[in-house]
């Protein structure tokens, strides 16, 4: 229910919330224009549920963009493109290889990649982000992609001589995967930009050259499989993000190297790496 409404035309109010900052006209909304710049989402016309409705997806999306924050969990997938498990001459997967990443490992625009202690092989793997919008567990993969909140593009930084040491000796991922600084992503990308998720052009470049290319037509297990395999195990929350596998083309990258990476023409990101020391 919508519960407060601004004193008078024009005055700034907050809903579920989100400050409304100006409030044109209360019988119609005619425009609501909202802190987070999502002024379109309100028309001239409809009912209160619509309105209602119009507002909680506001409300919810708004909470997205802050996924950084709100989310508990990184959960990724390890080895989800048949090209990137040869190319590391891995094993295609028979269910998906999953490890996960703290919320610390998140960096934005403008912050540095670092180099985890005792690493001198640092390599960047491009990767389509979902954000999960609805939480849940023991999901159907036919109701998956209700819980699709929107997406990220994000790089999946791994430490491939921590993690070759690990595979080799039976330890855990975690220094090699998991460290302060290792997950660089965009900003947060609503759900209705990425109609069809199965079918992006994901791109990293370092320093200018082409070094992943590839497509997310090519995944081994779609968004839909892994979202309700996840939940299985894990009660996936609002805000978590589920890091989806990467293209082949991984590499190393050197201190002061600058890493740039898109998805389709929705997005594109631009990192630098910092000293190693
Ligand atoms: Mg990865």
Request: charged share 20%; proline share 6%; hydrophobic share 35%.
């Amino acid at each position: 229910m919508i519960r407060t409404k601004p004193d008078r035309v024009g005055s700034t109010c907050h809903l579920q919330g989100i400050e409304v900052r100006e409030w044109n006209e209360w019988r119609e909304c005619v425009f609501v224009y909202l802190a987070n710049d999502l002024p379109t989402l309100w028309q001239k016309g409809g009912n209160s549920q619509n309105h209602t409705d119009r507002i909680n997806m506001a409300a919810s999306s708004s909470n997205l963009a802050r996924f950084r924050e709100i989310g508990k969990k990184i959960l990724a997938i390890g080895r989800n493109y048949k090209s990137h498990a040869a190319e590391l001459n891995n094993p295609i997967p028979q269910k998906p290889l999953v490890f996960i990443k703290p919320t610390t490992s998140y960096i934005i625009e403008g912050q540095r990649i670092r180099f985890p202690p005792d690493c001198s092989e640092l390599h960047h793997e491009v990767e389509l982000g979902v954000v999960i919008g609805k939480g849940g567990n023991n999901i159907s993969e036919e109701d998956a992609m209700e819980h699709v909140g929107g997406y990220v593009l994000a790089l999946d930084m791994t430490a491939r001589d921590l993690q070759s040491f690990a595979k080799k000796n039976g330890h855990p991922w975690a220094l090699a995967k998991s460290w302060d600084t290792s997950c660089p992503v965009s900003n947060f990308i609503e759900k209705d930009k990425i109609p069809n998720p199965g079918n992006l052009n994901l791109w990293l470049k370092v320093n200018g050259e082409m070094k992943q290319n590839g497509n997310t037509t090519d995944m081994i297990f779609p968004i839909p499989f892994l979202i309700s395999f996840l939940s299985k195990y894990f009660t996936l929350e609002e805000g978590d993000v589920l890091l989806t596998g990467t293209p082949s083309g991984v590499g190393p990258v050197n201190e002061g190297d600058e890493i740039q990476a898109g998805l389709s023409d929705i997005m594109s990101i631009k990192f630098s790496v910092a000293e190693n020391k």
